[in-house]
């Protein structure tokens, strides 16, 4: 008996096999990887891509929103609607948008005379972890016409591509739950 143990321990007819089925499971294991990574680059990407694109809507307010400073609701679903839209529509339920304004006194000190923050969109928006905008008042500045340019802020949420190794990891906390991006902004 012994005699036949040591002889299938010797034996390395089979080994070419065994190693192949490891070196194929690992090389599964880092394509799928590389994969799933390159699906979340590419998510963040296109958020980043489409915040851009709503902070440049905010950005020229006089053009868009007839001088007026503040943000109302109905602004805030008009730039969800496009976010939708520039997102071909992927994400309808579960986006995430949130739009903060703080506006300035007209006098030479400055004094904060509004603040807003709407969200719109999904429950996402309860797990944003930007820095406050209040923290970024020293970023506007003194124009021409004598005030204080107000400032904005513009963030945009989508879930992360759920995806095999997502699930996997998903218990470790090793891959976020959602991609997201904000920019900061002066009105023109």
């Known amino acids: 008996m ?5 002889s299938v321990v010797k ?29 979340w ?10 915040n851009y694109s709503l902070a440049s809507l905010v950005r020229e307010r006089t053009q868009f929103y007839g001088k007026r400073e503040s943000f109302s609701n109905n602004d805030i679903q008009q730039l969800y609607e496009l ?6 529509h992927r994400y309808d339920k579960e986006l995430c948008l949130r739009v903060e304004a703080i506006g300035f006194t007209p ?25 406050p905008l209040k923290n970024s008042i020293e970023f506007s500045p003194f124009s021409s016409r004598q005030r204080w ?7 945009l949420i989508l879930p992360t591509p759920k ?8 218990s ?13 902004l002066l009105a023109r």
């Open 2 to 6: 012994l005699a036949r143990i040591h």
């Open 11 to 39: 034996d390395n007819r089979g080994s070419i096999v065994v190693e192949a089925a490891f070196i194929f499971s690992f090389l599964s294991i880092i394509t799928v990887a590389s994969l799933e990574y390159g699906f």
């Open 41 to 50: 680059l590419a998510a963040k990407s296109q958020v980043e891509r489409v």
């Open 83 to 88: 976010a939708k839209s520039l997102t071909y």
């Open 107 to 131: 006098a030479v000190k400055k004094t904060i005379s509004y603040q807003q923050k709407l969200d719109y969109g999904s429950t996402l928006c309860n797990s944003i972890t930007t820095p």
């Open 149 to 155: 340019l107000p400032l904005y802020q513009v963030t």
């Open 163 to 170: 995806g095999t190794l997502h699930r996997m990891l998903k």
């Open 172 to 184: 470790v906390d090793l891959l976020p739950e959602y991609v997201s991006a904000y920019t900061i």
